[in-house]
């Protein structure tokens, strides 16, 4: 199943969490929250302003992100669950600080 967000909405995937402590306890599914951290899936083609000009998305298809806690819509689609949200409810890109620029 294909799926493109409209304007500015962005289709994310949770990236699973550990499901042990740092002090190495496992942590049953129960007790563990979701995750925060995603990957793009698809992105819209942008919001307009206040003129009717389309303004660009900041992410794009692959991008590993921070959202808020409450952030988005779960739905799920072909067996698998993912969020839509607005691209305001994005905090970030995660880089990878070990790559060299």
Do not use: C, N
Request: proline share 5%.
């Amino acid at each position: 199943m294909k799926f493109k967000p409209l304007h500015d909405r962005v289709l994310v995937r949770r990236v699973e969490s550990d499901e042990k402590s740092p002090g190495g306890i496992i942590i049953p599914d129960t007790a563990q929250e979701k995750p925060m951290e995603g990957e793009v899936i698809e992105v819209g083609s942008g919001a307009r302003d206040e003129t009717g000009k389309l303004v660009p998305m900041d992410v794009k298809r692959g991008d590993k992100i921070l959202f808020g806690k409450w952030s988005g819509t779960e739905v799920k689609m072909s067996g698998e669950e993912y969020l839509i949200m607005k691209e305001s409810d994005i905090m970030g890109i995660i880089t990878d600080s070990k790559k060299k620029k």
